[in-house]
Structures are given as structure tokens and as C-alpha cells.
């Protein structure tokens, strides 16, 4: 069965500061892999995504993850954060074949301060 | 043109009493999925609709239902409510089924609160 572990359930950080979100999943075979973002009272925004090719994938609102297979990883990075990106992060988890139910982790709340 | 959207925003409902969600899809999306998040959690997989077709299940018990109409929109039931299914019910919009990198577009939700 698919699982996504999030480690870290609240980080702060400071505006213009860098962040790196941390994901590991399980999977059998290679996965695709999401970035979520969820503002307060809002569903989710995929911010980027991977299935195939270069393991460095861009995304939205600067934002980009590194797919390493070794480490069963897909961190979240982002080089400048903005007070704007104070959210709710989830990393989810795809089979890449038959239906299309998504494993989502626990979630990541960032806090940005001045 | 217009996201995902869903109805009623709010809801409040006592033990016992069955409810109906509803979701319009993103025009010319064909596939519906509706997903559960409790306070703290990540949403988890209820239900998969493609034309009409039940495409995909999670784990969940016989007292949650769904179907999704010509028109795709659709409707999650739930009945004989326990306090446990207060959560944040998503639907989730895509233009077709079933491979695992299609991007999916969330609605806002509908906050279910069992009293």
C-alpha cells in the first residue's frame, strides 16, 4: 500500500529566509508525486508534480521538489519565502496505474514571521 | 469559467441524521472524486466517479455513498452520522480518470459538523 510521511508537522521560518519541506513515500514501482498547498478555508492548489523524466521539477509561486528514488524522498524547496506563503503543505502519493486515488500525508504548516 | 464548486458551505447535523453533499465539476471534467479531511489530518480517498461509474473505493464504511449524474456533478450521502464524520468533505475535479498524474482541482469544501 502507498503511504506519504511528512516528518515535520509545523516549521517557522523568517520572510526571505529559504525552506525545504520534507516528504518520504512508499510505494512499490515509481510513484507520481504531488505538492498540495491549502490556505484557511480553502481546498488544495497543486503547486507541482512528478511521474517521469528530470527529478527536479518546477512549480508555482517558485516553488520546486526533488524527486531521489535512493532516499524514497520528494522535499519541497523554495530559495525566498513571502509572508504569502504561510499554508498548509501536503505531499501526496499516486499509482501509476488503475484508478486515481491519491495517499495524501499529515501536512505541513509553515509559518512565515517578519 | 468557474472552478469546482460545492454545496452547502457549512452544514450542521445531530448523530443519527443523514446528509447530502453536492459537486459541480469543472466544465468538460468528467471524473469526480470526493475526499474527507479531519481537523489535523491529510484529505483520504472516499469515492472515484468516472461517467457515471463508481471507478474507485477507500476505506470507508457502507454508510457513505455517491453518485455522480449526466450532467457529471455529483453527490456524496452519508447516513446514520456518527460525531467522527466532522470533517471537511473536498470533491475534486479531473478530465479524466484514471491515470495517477492527473492533476486534480479541489473545491473549497463543505464543513460538515456532526453535533
Known amino acids: 500500500a502507498q503511504s506519504v510521511t511528512q516528518p515535520d508537522i509545523h516549521i517557522t521560518v523568517s520572510e526571505g529566509a529559504s525552506l525545504e519541506l520534507r516528504c518520504n513515500y512508499s510505494y512499490g514501482a515509481t510513484p507520481y508525486l504531488f505538492w498540495y498547498v491549502q490556505s484557511p478555508g480553502q481546498g488544495l492548489q497543486l503547486l507541482l508534480k512528478?511521474?517521469?523524466?528530470?527529478?527536479l521539477v518546477q512549480g508555482i509561486k517558485g516553488f520546486e521538489a526533488e524527486f531521489k528514488r535512493s532516499q524514497s524522498s520528494f522535499n519541497l524547496r523554495k530559495p525566498s519565502v513571502h509572508w504569502s506563503d504561510a499554508a498548509e503543505y501536503f505531499c501526496a502519493v499516486a499509482p501509476s496505474g488503475g484508478y486515481q486515488k491519491v495517499t495524501f500525508g499529515i501536512g505541513t504548516k509553515l509559518q512565515v514571521i517578519p | 469559467d468557474a472552478g469546482v464548486t460545492q454545496s452547502p458551505t457549512h452544514l450542521i447535523k445531530t448523530r443519527g441524521q443523514q446528509v447530502t453533499l453536492r459537486c459541480s465539476p469543472i466544465s468538460g471534467h468528467k471524473s469526480v472524486s470526493w475526499y474527507q479531511q479531519v481537523l489535523g489530518q491529510g484529505p483520504q480517498f472516499i469515492f472515484q466517479y468516472y461517467e457515471k461509474e463508481e471507478r474507485g473505493r477507500g476505506n470507508f464504511p457502507d454508510r457513505f455513498s455517491a453518485r455522480q449524474f449526466p450532467n457529471y456533478s455529483s453527490e456524496l450521502n452519508v447516513n446514520a452520522l456518527l460525531l467522527g464524520d466532522s470533517a471537511l468533505y473536498l470533491c475534486?475535479?479531473?478530465?479524466?480518470?484514471?491515470?495517477?498524474?492527473?492533476?486534480?482541482?479541489f473545491g473549497s469544501g463543505t464543513q460538515l459538523s456532526v453535533l
Open positions: 475534486a475535479s479531473s478530465s479524466s480518470p484514471g491515470q495517477g498524474a492527473e492533476k486534480l482541482f
Open positions: 512528478y511521474f517521469s523524466g528530470d527529478t
